[in-house]
């Protein structure tokens, strides 16, 4: 027996969908999604807000890109609890080594987005 479709849990399917179709080329759902996700709050979305970041990136949306980025940052910062002197660059390296991606090309990807963002990734 199936168990029914609760609101949390589509949130975390969407976490998931988000990434997913982001690898697939589909960059405008990918920021519709963690958009729908982190707007009211984007400074409790650290991870979210990469991804988003990197979503606006390929899509060439500057403004969004680099407003997408300076809460990926801010975000970071405050969860951060490594070296004090610590910026984006290793803020950029603590997330794509949380994103658990299994091959280079993916990684590359993600930071070939982030990078279009403006990030030094």
């Not at 589909?26 to 958009?35: M, V």
């Not at 890109?65 to 405050?78: L, S």
């Not at 004090?84 to 091959?103: H, K, Q, S, T």
Request: charged share 25%.
């Amino acid at each position: 027996m199936t168990q029914p479709s609760t609101p949390e849990a589509n949130k975390s399917h969407n976490d998931y969908l988000a990434r997913i179709i982001f690898f697939v080329g589909r960059y405008e759902e990918t920021a519709k999604i963690l958009k729908q996700k982190t707007s009211a709050s984007p400074e409790q979305h650290p991870r979210d807000m990469g991804w988003w970041t990197a979503a606006c990136g390929y899509l060439g949306r500057k403004d969004e890109a680099r407003w997408c980025a300076k809460w990926f940052v801010q975000a970071v910062r405050n969860y951060w609890r490594g070296d004090a002197n610590a910026g984006p660059p290793e803020y950029i390296d603590w997330f794509i080594d949380v994103c658990c991606l299994r091959y280079a090309e993916d990684e590359e990807r993600l930071r070939q987005g982030l990078r279009a963002a403006g990030l030094p990734a």
